[in-house]
């Protein structure tokens, strides 16, 4: 049994409760607000900590008040913040590392996702990807691009998420630079 709390935790991570909780405090301290979903994905994806004793131990923060709710994600509560300062410094300095910039990994995409939106959807024997990039609430530009399977097409979303406003710039310098040679012949225009 004692193997289901451990499971998926490389050697390093934490498997002690205490620890875990100490982790959350210090994270979200660190990087607030945080939702529930950023901090298991960067302490799941890094293999820092289980699944079970994750939700265990941000369960138990919320019942101790160590930590509080909002609609952002979770803050800090000045006991919780006393705990992180005071108890951050037991933890192995890797494990606080890797989860910080886990974190941030998860924010920066997060945010990046916001503003850079792509969906894959079927078209016939092929995929769609729709990419869209939104400013003040309206779109601003949109690209639809076909691909073979959905594994590439899912590749396809993933790199425009990510990279979608130099796709951006660069398709609108294009399509902005004088170049004479591109120019239609003055008797069309």
């Given at each position: 049994?004692?193997?289901?709390?451990?499971?998926?935790?490389?050697?390093?991570?934490?498997?002690?409760?205490?620890?875990?909780?100490?982790?959350?405090?210090?994270l979200?301290?660190?990087?607030a607000?945080?939702?529930?979903?950023?901090?298991?994905?960067?302490?799941?994806?890094?293999?820092?900590?289980?699944?079970?004793?994750?939700?265990?131990?941000?369960?138990?923060?919320?019942?101790?008040?160590?930590?509080?709710?909002?609609?952002?994600?979770?803050?800090?509560?000045?006991?919780?913040?006393?705990?992180?300062?005071?108890?951050?410094?037991?933890?192995?300095?890797?494990?606080?590392?890797?989860?910080?910039?886990?974190?941030?990994r998860i924010?920066?995409?997060?945010?990046?996702?916001?503003?850079?939106?792509?969906?894959?959807?079927?078209?016939?024997?092929?995929?769609?990807?729709?990419?869209?990039?939104?400013?003040?609430?309206?779109?601003?530009?949109?690209?639809?691009?076909?691909?073979?399977?959905?594994?590439?097409?899912?590749?396809?979303?993933?790199?425009?998420?990510?990279?979608?406003?130099?796709?951006?710039?660069?398709?609108?310098?294009?399509?902005?630079?004088?170049?004479?040679?591109?120019?239609?012949?003055?008797?069309?225009?």
């Amino acid at each position: 049994m004692a193997e289901a709390f451990t499971a998926g935790v490389k050697p390093g991570g934490l498997t002690n409760d205490t620890e875990i909780r100490i982790l959350l405090c210090y994270l979200i301290q660190s990087a607030a607000p945080l939702t529930r979903d950023a901090m298991q994905g960067a302490l799941l994806e890094e293999q820092l900590v289980n699944y079970f004793e994750f939700v265990s131990a941000l369960d138990e923060l919320e019942n101790q008040q160590l930590i509080q709710p909002t609609d952002q994600g979770y803050i800090i509560t000045e006991k919780g913040a006393v705990v992180a300062r005071t108890l951050a410094d037991d933890l192995p300095r890797s494990v606080r590392e890797s989860a910080i910039r886990a974190v941030i990994r998860i924010q920066s995409w997060v945010h990046k996702a916001a503003q850079n939106k792509a969906r894959v959807e079927p078209d016939g024997d092929q995929w769609r990807v729709v990419c869209t990039i939104e400013d003040m609430g309206r779109d601003s530009f949109q690209l639809q691009l076909s691909m073979p399977d959905r594994m590439t097409a899912e590749m396809v979303k993933n790199r425009f998420i990510a990279q979608g406003s130099e796709v951006y710039s660069h398709l609108l310098n294009l399509l902005t630079q004088p170049a004479p040679k591109n120019r239609p012949p003055e008797a069309v225009l």
